[in-house]
């Protein structure tokens, strides 16, 4: 009879200590993995794989004559194929003797390119097309896993690919061109400003502003080049511009620092402008002047670039945190407030400064309220210096843009007879 009655207190007392030894064991194991997932000889280990995991470096090169935001996105998609982007910069010698006389000189094409966010690395002096020594170099010196290139024709003037051994290696990778848009196209821009306005054209007060913003395009007459000259079809869209965004705002403690203009055909001097703006506080924000306001301030044939090309090439730059696309003329008192505006800065090299004399002048609200600098200038370089390069080999520029045209349509019949395409 007592056997009988203790029976059910033994069962659960064995129950308890099953059901007791299960939940310990549980929680040991848990104890257990966790001190290996996190202990130190694990973490160290991790960190060292990590850290001694070869960075994939990449190599473009080209002669960014005429910077322009195609050539940013192309060094933009270049970027993404590795850890390391190593650009190489064409001699000017180099230039001369497969394309034709440069616009901007090496030293300015090197400011523009290693001020590119995405850049770097830089490599002066490369050649035009890659030789056998120059690829070797780049293996072994230099690191390169990848040579990257447009899918557009890189031709010799003999007619064979520049990038043909670096293929044949199998080390070669593609990226899209940006379409719409090359130096040679902005070249053709400046061609036909001169020749409207040799022509006195003068009748529709921006003709040629309307036309570039609105993708017209118009032949070259009097010699001029048969093909015609194309001016931008650029449709921006809020996936490239947050391709080129930094996408952070300022700290809310950040010193804000406000220049703006129109920045047309981004060139070395607004880099380094640009560059001194940023060292002033924490937080560079740049107002991108409308067409119109451009083309009422300078004159009816500018801007040759349209406000979204030229607000992408400023936010292309590793100076520059945000842009305001389509920003007023004047700084207004709302505005210094809406952006937390900690100082205003101009340079003293600039297209037009004569509104500093005037009633109207755009930075009466900073400088009332002591918040205003003008910034020496480092470079003496303006959108008409360039311009004016233009003009004055206008004969060298205009065959230049013959050849390339008419090698490209070579590649391309040859491409069609070879391949069936």
């Known amino acids: 009879m007592g056997s009988d009655i203790g029976h059910p207190e033994i069962t659960r007392a064995w129950s308890r200590f099953l059901a007791t030894c299960l939940v310990g064991g549980v929680v040991l194991g848990v104890s257990i993995l966790t001190f290996y997932l996190v202990s130190p000889t694990r973490v160290t280990g991790t960190l060292r794989r990590k850290k001694n ?13 005429m910077m322009h935001y195609g050539h940013c996105n192309a060094l933009r998609q270049a970027r993404a194929l590795g850890d390391q982007l190593v650009v190489g910069v064409v001699s000017d010698a180099e230039i001369i003797a497969n394309k034709g006389p440069p616009v901007t000189p090496l030293h300015e094409r090197m400011i523009m390119v290693s001020a590119v966010k995405w850049v770097d690395e830089v490599i002066p002096d490369a050649p035009y097309a890659i030789t056998e020594d120059f690829m070797k170099k780049l293996f072994d ?24 051994l670096a293929k044949k ?10 379409e719409g848009v090359s130096s040679t196209d ?22 040629l502003q309307r036309q570039f913003s609105h993708g017209h395009s118009q032949k070259f007459e009097d010699g001029g080049s048969g093909s015609g000259t194309r001016v931008s079809h650029f449709l921006p869209t809020s996936r490239r511009i947050v391709q080129f965004s930094n996408g952070k705002g300022p700290g809310s403690d ?6 703006d203009g129109a920045f047309d055909l981004f060139h070395a001097g607004h880099v380094e402008i640009l560059r001194l ?31 979204h090309e030229r607000s992408l090439s400023v936010l292309a730059c590793r100076y520059v945190d945000e842009v305001i696309i389509g920003a007023p003329w004047e700084v207004s008192k709302d505005m210094v407030t809406t952006f937390n505006i900690s100082l205003v800065v101009h340079g003293t090299v600039a297209e037009n400064n004569d509104f500093q004399k005037e009633k109207h002048n755009p930075y009466v609200v900073p400088i009332s309220m002591g918040i205003y600098k003008v910034l020496e200038s480092p470079l003496d370089i303006t ?31 040859d491409k069609i007879y ?4």
Do not use: W
């Not at 995991?53 to 004559?65: A, E, H, L, N, T």
């Not at 010799?156 to 520049?162: Q, R």
């Not at 290696?169 to 940006?178: A, E, L, S």
């Not at 924000?285 to 009816?300: F, R, W, Y």
């Open 53 to 65: 995991k070869k960075p994939i470096r990449v190599y473009m090169d080209g002669c960014f004559d």
């Open 277 to 307: 703006a940023r060292g002033l506080g924490d937080f560079l924000l740049v107002g991108i002047h409308t067409d119109q306001t451009v083309s009422a301030n300078q004159g009816a044939h500018h801007p040759i670039m349209n406000l």
């Open 418 to 421: 070879v391949t069936g395409d």
């Open 383 to 413: 959108t008409s210096t360039i311009i004016k390069r233009i003009v004055s080999n206008h004969a060298a520029y205009q065959k230049r843009n013959e050849r390339k045209a008419e090698s490209e349509r070579r590649y391309y019949e």
């Open 254 to 259: 950040a010193r804000i620092v406000y220049i």
């Open 169 to 178: 290696v199998g080390r070669y990778k593609q990226i899209k061109r940006t």
């Open 141 to 164: 010196e230099y690191k390169i896993d990848y040579i990257i290139h447009g899918d557009d024709p890189c031709i010799l003037p003999d007619g064979t690919d520049a990038y043909a």
């Open 186 to 207: 902005i070249v053709g821009r400046m061609l036909l400003c001169v020749r409207e306005r040799s022509l006195g054209d003068s009748h529709n007060h921006s003709s």
